[in-house]
């Protein structure tokens, strides 16, 4: 930073007394383009390689952990769950469970993505015999899904009695109130696979026998597992996958904070988690170093990232304690009100540029590349590419994933538009303290003085693999544009240009009547 006060004799008093002003306009990615660069013959976008470090590594070595896509989910209750964490996976990057929740909660939505084989999914529609049409109806409706399990608890794991789908009721004949038990087809009638049947078998039973879904049970009978019909051809491959190379199971990572994390850590190590990220609004803070040096000393093993921050003052900080990457950025998420609430923060693009600037600083006197993630400001889909040729390694977005299927937010229509729910954890929705705790010594738990996030709406997107499909292609075109085939040579040889207000009006569509918006008579 540089300081504007001049050092004479009648300026010192006040310059001993005032703030440190830098001259450095702070930018968002909005004000900035990537200028083409030489596209060669091999630029294509088959040729293009996302895969990017997610944890640090000495100077010339490969990271343990790396993203086949440079995305993460943000560790939110509104974007990252089991469910969402297993979607992400599957298609290359990766989920941070939101850690706004009971210890137990977070470590059983771990476990329950490590435990998830492709293809083999865990049944979320259960009752019991006992249970009516009415029931099945109303869990139809909650959840989505046709086809339920009876078990003998109504529970996923249960010990299975058969199955109930649309084929053995008709509305508006078959009474409201008859017991499921009237209506299933029972266990003895089911074409069952057992516990260890590879996915390829499963899909030949199903085939085979023709059939719409297929139970895994084990020798006691207790459900597994379904195997559906209409997901053989997901199945058959998801080139970019996220998983343990020994294991097959796929990667998934945990929110954590500084209050609790003595408790939590061990838990969601217990559950089998891959990595944990402290989360938190600001992060260059005693306490974060403090529970990076705690992690580090107990969990040798455990990659933990740590942030936010905006500038080399952060990131060298939280480097020196150990973190295994280092998240920029404060105030710029759609639903974070940081900024305007405190007055702390910075442009995002600025924030990237000055951090990646100290970990290449770092990489050369340390011998260590410590990894950075891009968190907030992301509005279109080219602000991707910016910020990960400014040189972050990977973008954590909360936003881009609410809306889809797969997050936990309500689907609900709104003035004739379908959208989902999306909260901030600053918001007193989610009385996610721990993220904003300013050390005090006796907080009341569940409760923040005042907020930093607000409460929202997204337009809804559908399934997350189409989404996500396009973005990626926008992504390599972009990158082909640049002549980069990596995302390494995309950071080191790509040029970015500020562009005026006029230039941003210009870069869209002007000086037409668009179809979309004209009415012909």
Avoid at 108 to 134: C, I, Y
Avoid at 314 to 330: M, T
Avoid at 383 to 402: E, N, Q, S
Avoid at 466 to 495: F, P, Q, V, W, Y
């Amino acid at each position: 930073m540089q300081d504007l006060h001049p050092l004479d004799d009648k300026e010192y008093i006040a310059q001993t007394i005032m703030a440190i002003i830098t001259s450095e306009i702070s930018h968002t990615f909005g004000e900035y383009l990537l200028i083409p660069g030489l596209t060669t013959r091999d630029c294509t976008p088959d040729n293009i390689c996302l895969r990017t470090p997610l944890v640090k590594h000495k100077k010339g070595e490969e990271p343990s952990l790396h993203l086949n896509i440079p995305f993460v989910s943000a560790i939110m209750q509104a974007v990252s769950d089991d469910r969402l964490a297993i979607a992400l996976a599957q298609n290359g990057g990766l989920s941070f469970i939101y850690g706004s929740q009971p210890i137990e909660d977070e470590a059983e939505m771990v476990r329950r993505v490590k435990k998830f084989k492709a293809g083999f999914v865990q049944s979320d529609s259960n009752l019991t015999p006992d249970h009516t049409l009415q029931d099945a109806l109303d869990l139809i409706k909650r959840t989505g899904h046709s086809t339920i399990a009876v078990t003998d608890d109504g529970k996923p794991n249960g010990k299975l009695l058969g199955m109930l789908t649309t084929r053995d009721y008709r509305i508006g004949v078959t009474p409201f109130d008859t017991k499921v038990r009237d209506m299933m087809t029972p266990f003895d009638k089911l074409t069952t696979g057992y516990e260890g049947i590879t996915l390829s078998e499963a899909n030949d039973v199903i085939w085979d026998a023709k059939l719409n879904t297929l139970p895994i049970i084990n020798k006691s009978d207790h459900l597994c597992s379904l195997v559906f019909r209409k997901d053989y051809d997901s199945h058959h491959a998801n080139p970019n996958e996220l998983s343990d190379e020994e294991t097959k199971t796929l990667l998934v990572g945990a929110g954590i904070n500084t209050r609790d994390y003595q408790e939590r850590v061990p838990a969601l190590v217990k559950a089998g988690v891959d990595v944990v990220c402290l989360d938190s609004s600001d992060g260059f803070s005693e306490w974060q170093a403090d529970a990076l040096r705690w992690v580090k000393s107990n969990y040798p093993d455990l990659p933990v990232g740590a942030g936010n921050v905006v500038d080399a003052d952060g990131f060298n900080y939280l480097a020196a304690a150990g973190a295994d990457f280092i998240k920029v950025g404060i105030g710029g998420g759609s639903i974070c009100i940081t900024r305007e609430q405190k007055g702390i923060g910075r442009g995002q693009a600025t924030s990237v540029i000055d951090v990646a600037a100290a970990r290449d600083r770092w990489l050369e006197e340390k011998g260590e590349y410590i990894p950075i993630c891009s968190d907030g400001g992301l509005v279109h889909d080219y602000h991707m590419v910016l910020a990960l040729a400014m040189g972050a390694d990977f973008l954590m977005m909360g936003r881009y994933f609410a809306r889809f299927d797969e997050s936990p937010g309500r689907l609900l229509k709104i003035n004739g538009n379908y959208v989902k729910e999306y909260w901030g954890e600053g918001s007193n929705r989610a009385k996610n303290w721990q993220r904003y705790d300013d050390g005090d010594k006796a907080p009341v738990l569940g409760q923040m003085k005042f907020e930093e996030g607000v409460d929202s709406y997204v337009p809804y997107a559908g399934e997350m693999k189409d989404s996500l499909e396009s973005t990626i292609n926008k992504i390599k075109a972009t990158m082909c544009s640049c002549g980069s085939t990596t995302l390494e040579h995309l950071r080191k040889h790509s040029k970015v240009t500020v562009v005026s207000q006029t230039s941003i009006t210009e870069g869209g569509a002007h000086d037409v009547i668009l179809k979309s918006s004209a009415k012909v008579d």
